[in-house]
C-alpha cells in the first residue's frame, strides 16, 4: 500500500526522535559516524520526499474539471471520457488513416534503400489521436447545437478542457508532419546519386504526406472553433457558474483586447 505524503513526513519525524535518543555507551566515535549517517540519510530522504511533492502537484488539476481525474500531461487517452457520447468515424478519418498505414512502411523501406532517414514516429499514433479527436469533434458539435443543461457544468467544463488539451496534442502531431514534408523535401532536391532510382516514387509519398499534414491542420482549427463555441455557451447558458468561468478562461483576451483599444 502506498504511504500517504502525511504518513511519509510522520515517519522521518519519528527516526528523528529516535536518532537523538540512540547513544553507543562508551564509544563516543561509533556515535559521532552513526549520527552522522543517519542526518545523510534524512537529509535525502526529505530531498525525495520533496520532489514527489512537487511532482504530484503539478498533475492535479482544477477542482472545477474533476469529472475524470485527468492529469495534465499531453496523452491523447486522457482526454476520454465515459460521459461522452460515442459517434462512427468520419468517413475523411478513415481515409486518412488508411493513408498513413498503407505509407508507413512503404516511405520507411524507399527511403532505407536509398540509405536515407525521417522521423516517422507520429504514424504510430495517427489512428488512435485522430478517433479519439474526431469524437471530441462531435461531443462539441452535439453540444453547440443545444441548450446547456446547468445540472451539465462539470461536464461541459471537462469536455472544454480536454478539447483543449487535444487540440494542442494534434498540433504538435502536425509539426511533426511538416517537418517530415520538410525533410523529405531536402532528400529530394539534395544530390543524393542514390536517390535517382526512388525519385519519382518518394515525390508520391510526398504529397500523400502534405495531405495528412492538411487534415491535421483543418482538425486543429475546427477543434479551437468548437472549444471556443462550447465556452462561450457555457459562459451564456449555465447561470451565475457559468458566467464566472466564462469570465476566468476569457480574461487574458478581454485584457488584450482593452489594451488595444487604448493604443
Known amino acids: 500500500m502506498k504511504k500517504t505524503t502525511i504518513e511519509a513526513w510522520n515517519e522521518i519525524f519519528n527516526i528523528y526522535e529516535w536518532y537523538k535518543s540512540v547513544e553507543f555507551i562508551g564509544n563516543p566515535n561509533l556515535n559521532s559516524l552513526f549520527k552522522i549517517f543517519i542526518l545523510i540519510f534524512l537529509f535525502v530522504l526529505i530531498i525525495t520526499l520533496f520532489k514527489k511533492e512537487q511532482k504530484d502537484s503539478n498533475t492535479e488539476i482544477p477542482a472545477s474539471n474533476n469529472v475524470v481525474n485527468l492529469p495534465v500531461s499531453q496523452n491523447i487517452n486522457n482526454c476520454i471520457s465515459r460521459e461522452d457520447l460515442n459517434f462512427q468515424i468520419d468517413k475523411t478519418d478513415k481515409e486518412i488513416i488508411k493513408v498513413v498505414e498503407d505509407n508507413k512502411k512503404l516511405i520507411a523501406e524507399t527511403l532505407a534503400k536509398a540509405n536515407q532517414e525521417i522521423d516517422l514516429s507520429w504514424m504510430e499514433s495517427c489512428e488512435r489521436i485522430l478517433k479519439i479527436s474526431n469524437n471530441l469533434q462531435k461531443n462539441l458539435n452535439y453540444y453547440a447545437q443545444r441548450n446547456c443543461e446547468i445540472s451539465k457544468f462539470q461536464y461541459y467544463t471537462h469536455l472544454h478542457f480536454r478539447s483543449m488539451i487535444a487540440a ?84 487574458h483576451k478581454r485584457e488584450n483586447s482593452s489594451k488595444n483599444i487604448r493604443k
Do not use: H
Not at 498540433?171 to 526512388?198: A, M, R, T, V
Not at 519519382?200 to 509519398?205: L, P, S, T
Not at 486543429?220 to 457555457?234: F, S
Open 168 to 251: 494542442d496534442i494534434v498540433y504538435n502531431e502536425y509539426k511533426k508532419i511538416k517537418q517530415s514534408c520538410f525533410d523529405i523535401n531536402k532528400i529530394l532536391y539534395g544530390n543524393n546519386l542514390k536517390l535517382n532510382n526512388y525519385r519519382k516514387q518518394i515525390k508520391k509519398q510526398k504529397y500523400e504526406l502534405k495531405k495528412i499534414k492538411e487534415f491535421y491542420y483543418r482538425r486543429v482549427t475546427d477543434l479551437n472553433d468548437k472549444t471556443a463555441t462550447l465556452r462561450d455557451k457555457i459562459g451564456k447558458e449555465c447561470g451565475k457558474k457559468g458566467y464566472e468561468w466564462w469570465l476566468e478562461r476569457t480574461r
